[in-house]
DNA sequence: TATACTAATGACTGATAAGTCAATTGTCAA
DNA sequence: TTGACAATTGACTTATCAGTCATTAGTATA
């Protein structure tokens, strides 16, 4: 659907520079030259524009995150890491401005759902501290965890207000050396595992098998052809009846991995199979 | 006027939990128990009530830092001004609720307010790196900055989020530590020094002599008797004709320094004498 | 008690916004 | 060309909110 993104990319421009509660639903339309009708072809309401800008970004770049982890050399990997954020962020500035900006003047669901994608971005983390240090930072784990959420939005604020040109190698490789040199000398952790705990009782729960097969259907009906499609449609086959190995499944989630709109569902395939 | 302070903590109550724009000033009158007439006895409009709020506790902790950073210890200090923060924090929630997460959502005035107390908090940061490390960090001094500026609200949703105890002791020692190793480690500043000075190219004004003098009126109307006032009122003819010794001045400004709503004039005469 | 003054009220106004739906325009097969 | 169907429009409805002001309640003074 063409129009739902136009009209997502158009709201991302004017939610960014006045937020949410001021941007009316008439500006919005204006904006992208349709009527007001029109728009409420598209979404049913202003929270379910919103609630799909947040969804369509952030599954993109947990997915992205996710990939970055569980596929980097150990070397790169905080590198990469770090680059892949800023990049999002230099790509898509307007949205990434209001995820910095905007925690509040969401309602409640959007709030959740804001905090189930912050929860999928600490699991992702938590992976690449272990991958990276291992038991070495096995007390100050979580501490570490939150020291590096803060600093990848540490420099936001320099993209925020400013055009000026930015370095991301310099960017990456400094918070590179920021963080190894944290891993490596914090002895006095405030954030514990207990305390961890107890921040995150509220747990994030893995999608069901039909809840899956759903989404699949979903997306199958947004690709018109080629190989992605015929991808989707032997693993939705597969997760009704399995009869794929898990290679060809690795395969062929390998496969719509990087095809606009299909990056979600790949991360999501990858975390039911666990590959 | 005891009203307006009644008004002004109660819409922080709401204003944190809602949000500015989502807060209506009906809402506010009724959590008072007044009419909506009598909250613009008090204030001009919803704007004034809110820049209030922002002004009057901003001057405050901006007036606490300064003061720490400029009386404690070395050894002390870092641990001081971490703490200070978490303090205020903890006492006043609801507005460090507010200053956290509502950056947006502020018209272009109150932006430009905010961004005023934030220029002067990197300045009282900026000496307080000075006296710490010196110039063995002139070629990090701006990134490390930033750095703290990060530390200091990197446990601010575990306040946000809960009710849960924390050890304000080990906090600050944590945070201390985490200073520490950054300063004496860092090689890679992303921030430099040119850097920092495009992106403050709007810079801070100081005050002028009359400014001050009509801000000391305003705040002898407030004050009723004692020692304080007759301090201000001494500071004041000092202003308007020179005849006391600096010692003297020095001394005024500490008698008012702790007196509740002489914070920020105390700051900036402090500012204005260089003391 | 009467009078003058201040403090407080809340119904009202005008503005703006989300969402609706009858009417219009566009498209395409027969 | 026609008629059926789908897409699109924007004036309209309903709701909310900031701010006003004529009226009332409260208080101090003569």
Known sequence: ???????????????????FKATSV?????????????????F????????????HYMSQVTANFDYIVSHSDKEDLLYDFYREYYHFFNKHANIAKIFIKETQSLNEELIDRMRYYNQL???????????????????????????IKK???????????NDIYLDFNVLAQSLVEKTNIIAENITIPFITKQQYELLNFKKVKDLSK????????????????????????LLKE?????????????????????YPGCEWIAY???????L
Do not use: P, W
């Open 44 to 55: 049913n309401s202003k929270d379910e524009l919103i609630s799909s800008i947040i969804d």
């Open 238 to 258: 597969n997760l009704m009846e399995t009869n794929l190995s898990i290679a060809i499944v690795k395969g062929l989630i390998e496969n719509i991995r990087n």
């Open 121 to 147: 971005h600490e699991k992702i983390i938590l992976t690449m501290i272990d991958r990276l240090y291992g038991k070495k930072v096995r007390d100050v784990k979580y501490d570490l965890l939150y020291c």
């Open 1 to 19: 659907m063409v129009k739902k993104q136009l009209i997502m990319e158009k709201a991302s421009e004017l939610f960014a520079k006045q937020g």
């Open 151 to 161: 600093l990848l939005n540490m420099y936001a604020e320099v993209f925020l207000l």
């Open 268 to 274: 999501l395939l990858r975390k039911y199979y666990e």
């Open 210 to 233: 039909e809840e899956l097969i759903h989404l699949l259907d979903e997306t199958i009906k947004e690709i018109e052809s080629g190989l992605e499609r015929e991808s989707i449609l």
């Open 26 to 42: 008439q500006q919005i339309t204006e904006h992208c030259g349709i009527s007001k009708g029109a728009l409420y072809l598209s």
